[in-house]
């Protein structure tokens, strides 16, 4: 096996372990969505979505990027294989997400009556602000945990908590809102953080780490690097976070808060079900990525490798929504949600678009480029915020999936100018081909749902995915020897 099919191996072989954990939650989440969907309703629905971003905000304000910035240190001083360094550093990061989420707690409590008033239109929702504010502690010290896991490369230790805390998860959801209903929304957002920070906690538990001292010099001299680069990553993400909630606050206005509902069913089913693949490869690729991000050249045929792969798995995934999402919609929600049907069809095409973005923009966190990608992040918000607020304005809902597409096609452009520039990053003939190829089966599907009847649909539909499943595994087998895989993993079964 040579250098190149070890590399695509080793995506593959992280994207086979969290990606069967995604499809696993993926199943919870649709079996949650259902239940929270038929006893909610899509204005139910908006309710939860404006609380959690809401609180989302507060924490993109307060927690400093420590879920992205610590597990560069860690994974830096895991490197170095010297343990009081790694306990040393992991220390650093446990006081510093307990103060992190303490600081966004208080911050929502002491704020709660100006949240609903300026969320809500009314101070109705003060009382529930003012509860679900300890989960933004929660939430920071379970996140402190799976950096932990991540950083140390404990994969199937960190899979495992996710697997756990989602099915435990469902298990509180379901009765809770079949019991109290809208009611219930605030009982099961706390409890659904508090049963995150046990599993996190639970199987970071067992990674044995070296007892350390540390003190306010070591924490500040040791801190200070991930503060940095988080703060910047916090700015950033508090900047996305911001735009999404207030065109969900702009939604609400000028239309209605059932819309705010189907905005977010719509792109979970996007960024959710679809963007599985993104989770279940950014869990290996960003601590990989920081490894080589010395060499331009390195990281160069990372992402390209990178965005391969990502594209031969999603564009069957991507194709089929197309041509059966209405048929999902109905299975994940229910009949009142059709109308995010044409949001879908065109967030399904962005999402190509985002993919290949997305692989380019880890290489400014990779190289410690903080201030890069904080304006990197800060232009390709601004504009999304416009191009979403004009989308909703002219389009409704289905102009938020053409926004969707229009700024994920700019800010590819974007991030590949900023990388050819100052990293001499280029894009593969062999990476290329293969959007080339899978863009031009999914335009294929756009046209054909949008222009033939059912059920033709259905049949040129099911055709194109074969066409698009076919051409993914042949070039599958090119890369990392798949036939030989799943030979290798049958013997092993029969010997079981």
């Known amino acids: 096996m040579n250098k190149h099919q070890s590399s695509y191996r080793q995506i593959m072989k992280a994207t086979s372990l969290f990606g069967g954990v995604q499809v696993f939650q993926i199943v919870i ?99 529930s602000f003012a509860w679900i504010s300890a989960t933004l502690l929660f939430s920071q010290l379970s996140t402190g945990e799976l950096v932990l896991l991540q950083g140390l490369r404990k994969l199937q230790d960190l899979a495992k908590a996710n697997v756990y805390g989602s099915i435990a998860g469902l298990l509180i959801t379901v009765p809770l809102y079949y019991r109290f209903g809208v009611e219930g929304i605030v009982p099961v957002i706390i409890l659904t953080a508090l049963i995150t920070l046990f599993f996190s906690w639970y199987f970071a538990k067992k990674t044995k780490i070296g007892k350390t001292t540390i003190n306010r010099a070591i924490t500040v001299a040791e801190g200070k690097s991930m503060l940095v680069m988080g703060f910047m990553i916090s700015l950033s993400g508090l900047i996305s976070i911001a735009a999404a909630y207030l065109l969900r606050i702009f939604i609400n206005r000028t239309g209605n808060m059932a819309d705010v509902g189907l905005y977010n069913a719509g792109f979970a089913i996007i960024n959710t079900y679809v963007g599985m693949i993104f989770t279940a490869m950014g869990t290996d690729y960003y601590p990989r990525l920081s490894a080589v991000a010395n060499s331009n050249e390195q990281c160069a045929r990372n992402v390209n490798q990178q965005s391969e792969i990502a594209l031969l798995i999603l564009a069957p995934v991507l194709i089929g929504f197309l041509v059966f999402i209405h048929w999902a919609i109905i299975l994940l929600y229910s009949t009142q949600f059709l109308a995010i049907t044409g949001m879908i069809y065109w967030a399904s095409l962005g999402i190509f678009f985002k993919a290949v973005s997305w692989a380019i923009a880890f290489v400014f966190l990779a190289k410690g480029a903080s201030r890069l990608f904080f304006w990197n992040e800060l232009t390709g918000n601004t504009y999304t915020l416009g191009f979403s607020l004009l989308g909703y304005h002219f389009g409704g809902l289905t102009g938020l999936g053409v926004s969707f597409l229009m700024v994920y096609m700019i800010y590819l452009i974007q991030v590949y100018v900023i990388a050819k520039v100052k990293y001499h990053f280029s894009f593969t003939s062999s990476f290329l081909k293969i959007f080339a190829v899978q863009f031009s089966l999914a335009l294929m599907s756009f046209a054909i749902v949008n222009l033939i009847e059912k059920p033709y649909t259905y049949v040129i539909g099911t055709l194109l995915i074969g066409v698009s499943c076919w051409y993914s595994y042949l070039e599958l087998e090119s890369r990392i020897g798949l036939k030989e895989i799943i030979r290798g993993f049958l013997q092993k079964y029969r010997n079981k």
């Open 29 to 127: 989440s649709i079996v949650r969505s259902k239940f929270v969907a038929l006893l909610l309703g899509p204005a139910g629905m908006g309710i939860v979505g404006l609380l959690t971003s809401t609180t989302g905000l507060v924490a993109g304000l307060t927690n400093f990027g420590l879920g992205t910035s610590a597990i560069k240190n860690i994974s830096e001083a895991n490197a170095t294989g010297d343990e009081q360094r790694i306990s040393t550093v992991i220390s650093v990061m446990r006081r510093l997400v307990w103060i992190t989420g303490t600081l966004g707690a208080v911050v929502t409590l002491l704020f709660s009556p100006w949240l609903s008033q300026f969320t809500f239109g009314n101070k109705e929702y003060t009382a």
